[in-house]
């Protein structure tokens, strides 16, 4: 991995090994994810004074999350053979991955004691995929009153039929999560919005399916679909319908969006 003259005090991030998002994608994509800030905020390296524009204001919280998920890209970047290069915000906030490369990013935490941190880039050449989202999301509820703006009746019944009855699973951030990755996968490609209620995600269709059963402890992972169901919301850059897999870890659920050149 190369260096780029951050000092090497910094250098030695110690990555998950393996992170829920490794277990959860195909070797062809590169993952690098860590669950916690290695340094405080004020005393990290940018890669570069490029790449941090736009933290100067920024509080703790964020020049954390954004200098260690740069740094989890970096690596990611490094291991797969890409040449070292800032890594730019687009205009609305999408990164700006080097020619040849696809990729995606997320964070969450902390947002207080006892809440997970995590971090993670996903990256993969772009001769094998046309598109790549990922998401990262506590195994919790969505905060009381989100549940109804975001998923469908039909998605969170789709949803239940995976777990045992009777148990209670938070199914809408496991359907929040897969949209966040399906509109970071698809926005490179077509650069427009898209509401939660555009699209629909299904777990039954999917010929390979391997949920079906949750288990009290260990990982529990399956695959779905995404269709954009608002007609005039589809767009020809990409098909209407990708698949994703989806992996429970509490306390997280990660989930991927992909297309497959
Ligand atoms: C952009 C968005 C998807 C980010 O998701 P999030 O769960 O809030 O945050 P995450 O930590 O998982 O991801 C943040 C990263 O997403 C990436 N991102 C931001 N905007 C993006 C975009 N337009 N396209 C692709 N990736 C984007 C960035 O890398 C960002 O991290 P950074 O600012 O540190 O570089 C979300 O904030 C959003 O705007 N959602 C509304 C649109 C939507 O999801 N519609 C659903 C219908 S399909």
Not at 3 to 30: D, H, K, M, V, Y
Not at 162 to 168: M, N, V, W
Not at 206 to 215: C, I, L, N, Y
């Amino acid at each position: 991995m190369k260096s780029w003259g951050i000092p090497a005090t910094e250098r030695q991030l110690i990555f998950l090994n393996p992170g829920p998002l490794r277990q959860l994608l195909p070797s062809t994509i590169q993952v690098s994810e860590i669950d916690h800030d290695p340094v405080p905020a004020q005393q990290a390296t940018p890669f570069s004074t490029a790449e941090s524009t736009g933290l100067t204001d920024a509080v703790e919280q964020r020049r954390s999350e954004f200098l260690t998920t740069r740094r989890c890209a970096h690596e990611a970047l490094a291991t797969a053979g890409a040449p070292p290069a800032p890594l730019m915000r687009g205009p609305r906030g999408e990164p700006q991955w080097p020619a040849g490369w696809v990729g995606s990013l997320t964070h969450i935490g902390p947002t207080s004691a006892g809440r997970p941190t995590y971090r993670a880039a996903a990256v993969a050449a772009a001769d094998r995929f046309a598109a790549l989202g990922i998401d990262a999301e506590e195994w919790a509820p969505l905060p009381h009153g989100t549940s109804g703006v975001i998923c469908t009746e039909l998605e969170l019944r789709s949803a239940e039929a995976l777990f045992p009855a009777a148990t209670a699973q938070p199914m809408d951030r496991l359907v929040f999560s897969i949209k966040e990755s399906f509109y970071k996968a698809r926005f490179p490609l077509t650069r427009t919005w898209l509401d939660f209620l555009d699209v629909e995600v299904d777990f039954g269709s999917v010929a390979t399916r391997d949920a079906g059963v949750a288990r009290a402890a260990g990982p529990m992972t399956g695959t779905f679909s995404v269709a954009v169901s608002t007609p005039d919301r589809r767009h020809p850059a990409l098909p209407d319908v990708l698949s994703g897999r989806f992996l429970i870890r509490a306390p997280l659920v990660v989930t991927a969006v992909m297309l497959e050149r």
